[in-house]
């Protein structure tokens, strides 16, 4: 099981660059980067926060939690 970003995905639904986004939630583009490849262990409600309002999306549209079937195969848990 685990929790998958998908920051890339609502980017290019939003036609917005990761640079842009950086400078609208005060977060730096190196930090953006780790959350958007996936390899943050954490992220703050705070940056949650901004990044959902000038994204205009949910959290749930940034954070998917992922999870194994028997054979290994991965499946997104919510569809």
């Known amino acids: 099981m685990t929790i998958r970003v998908t920051l890339d995905r609502v980017l290019l639904e939003r036609r917005m660059s ?21 390899k943050a262990k954490a992220i703050r409600f705070s940056t949650l926060e ?21 054979e290994g195969q991965r499946r997104v848990a919510a569809e």
């Open 18 to 38: 990761l640079t842009e986004l950086s400078e609208r939630v005060g977060v730096t583009l190196a930090n953006l980067s780790i959350l958007k490849t996936g």
């Open 50 to 70: 901004a990044l959902c309002r000038e994204l205009k999306c949910q959290p749930g549209d940034i954070l998917v939690f992922d999870t194994e079937d028997e």
